[in-house]
């Protein structure tokens, strides 16, 4: 995972709300998809009391783009958030986090409906 991303950080307009982060250039996963330059993403969707250690833009960045990218294109949850894991897989993130990382989106959809 060497691949380092170009983004411009989108700051909040209130304390409470996250920044979010547009590609600065195209970015091409290992997953076969490309995710064009201007895109905007809130990069891995931790809320506040769980962010101890975890941040939006540390391990797992790319693969919430990846699953950001194609959620925005339509694509339905269950085949984004296969693509999300296989990304995390390949980002070499802990067998630990990345199950950790699965099970919150996981639950975000159940909880969404």
């Known amino acids: 995972m060497n691949t380092r991303l170009l983004l411009e950080r989108i700051k909040p307009r209130f304390w409470w709300q996250r920044s979010k982060w547009r590609l600065m250039e195209d970015f091409k996963s290992e997953c076969g998809i490309t995710i064009p330059a201007g895109f905007v993403s809130d990069g891995l ?62 639950l975000w959809a159940k909880l969404k409906g």
Not at 52 to 66: D, E, K, N, Q, S
Not at 92 to 99: A, C, F, G, S
């Open 45 to 106: 969707s931790i809320p506040f009391y769980a962010r101890y250690g975890i941040t939006p833009t540390g391990l797992g960045f790319r693969a919430a783009l990846v699953h950001d990218y194609l959620l925005s294109q339509g694509y339905s949850w269950e085949h984004s958030n296969e693509r999300f894991e296989a990304q995390l897989e390949h980002d070499d993130v802990p067998y630990w986090l990345r199950k950790m990382y699965v099970l919150g989106v996981e």
